[in-house]
């Protein structure tokens, strides 16, 4: 799934974090990626962060912006990601 043209800044993303030996990552996208056809993406995704040695917090979570201080009602997932063996960070409490 991540070969598909159409995801290819986000093969790009995985690429640098692997590359770069990132000690953490924050990977924010559309909260569509959890739904039907796309969370296959979305498990894939996981799948290649852990292969290439990197924790993902589960379970991940949609966050709306609104509830963190900001006047707009946006959802977006966010998948928060450390190398191995560090433990990934909570997701922050709302506001």
Known sequence: MLDDPRNQLVKEFVRLVAELGARTFVFENVKGLTIGKHRAFLDTLIETF????YGVRIPWRVLNAMNYGVPQDRQRLFLLGTKNPVPAPAYPDET
């Open 50 to 53: 852990e292969d290439l040695g």
